[in-house]
């Protein structure tokens, strides 16, 4: 009997080896929450470009989502610190690049739709900021400085959107779900309309889905991944759970589960 035993204690512990290894072996995708980015009015323009690269190329700030595909979002990567300046007369290379990721509405580029999220509602300003110098320094010259950021403590910058929701007390149908899911940049990865996504499912794949499924989907999207999918894994930020009121988070279920029309 003992010989029994332990032959079958060493296939267990066998195969748990196997699976363990081969566990280790697949790659791992990770997607963090940004992080506050704690930047002294002395910071360098290095540093500043250091911290907007960890963004820009992280899940983070979500850029590569879009932005270096060629087809949904320009190319911005060595190039656009030498081009910024010609977007929008009389408009700087700095402040053009700052509006673009919180006012991303005011100026699209030709050729391109109108499915730029409003950065400010996930990144704070410094991390704005560092965006910039690090778009800047693609092909340009690097002027923000750290009195860029003190300016911004401030308060809100003059250019920063209204937000078309309003947070608070409000019960889940009287939120305009439609826009909510046009502010949060939905339509910049699934397709919504105009929009061509192919980042994520279709909005409309989604009508008919569990409400729990939506739910987590969108709170936790590394929870599970569509089918089809799975190379784009990590992309979704996972910013959303904290960003939502449980009202608008149940609107924007409800919507999506109802056809999203």
Known sequence: MWRTNLAVAFVVLGTLGVYTAVANMIPQVQSDVPEELVLSADVTPEELVAAGEILFAGSGGGCTACHGLGTRAPDLLG??????????????????????LVEPGAYVVEGFQAIMPDMSRTLSDAQIWSLVAFLESQGGEVTVTGADLAASDDGPPAMAPTDPVTNGDVAPADIDAAALLQSLGCAACHAYGAAPGGVGPAISAMAGLD????????IDPAADTATGFEALAGTMPLTFGEQLTDAELEALVTYLAGGAE
């Open 211 to 218: 409400l729990d499924y939506l739910r987590r989907s969108i």
């Open 79 to 100: 190039s656009i610190g030498s081009t910024c300046e010609t977007r929008e007369s009389g408009k700087s290379c700095k402040d053009y690049l700052y509006e673009a």
